[in-house]
Nanobody, 123 residues
Framework: QVQLVESGGGLVQAGASLRVSCAAS????????MGWFRQAPGKEREFVAA???????SYADSVKGRFTISRDNGKNTVYLQMNNLKPEDTAVYYC?????????????????WGQGTQVTVSS
């Protein structure tokens, strides 16, 4: 079993940067595809970014050019660097993992999840 714990969320002003982390325990995720999703109040969970076991990445159009997903296999951790944050980025951000090495962009494709971390961007 893999446990994921997100950290690094908070309250920032528009235009600021924030990095959220996702630490895994229980087994190595170095070969697993990992993803970040977010859910705002009253909205469905949406794809943000994903990284494959080989390091290929994918981003939602709304964050492309502003967010960067990365992984540190030595630390069994995945990161989401968020720059030029906008009020519409406000949401609970969830880290998720697959047992496969190739990523997906639908939340249903992910097998294990963290508890989420709140990111709030004020205007």
């Amino acid at each position: 079993q893999v446990q994921l714990v997100e950290s690094g969320g908070g309250l920032v002003q528009a235009g600021a940067s924030l990095r959220v982390s996702c630490a895994a325990s229980g087994r190595s995720i170095s070969r697993n595809a990992m993803g970040w999703f977010r859910q705002a109040p009253g909205k469905e969970r949406e794809f943000v970014a994903a990284i494959s076991g080989s390091g290929s990445t994918s981003y939602a159009d709304s964050v492309k050019g502003r967010f960067t997903i990365s992984r540190d296999n030595g630390k069994n951790t995945v990161y989401l660097q968020m720059n030029n944050l906008k009020p519409e980025d406000t949401a609970v951000y969830y880290c998720a993992g697959r047992y496969e090495s190739f990523y997906g962009i639908r939340w249903q494709e992910y097998a294990y999840w963290g508890q989420g971390t709140q990111v709030t961007v004020s205007s």
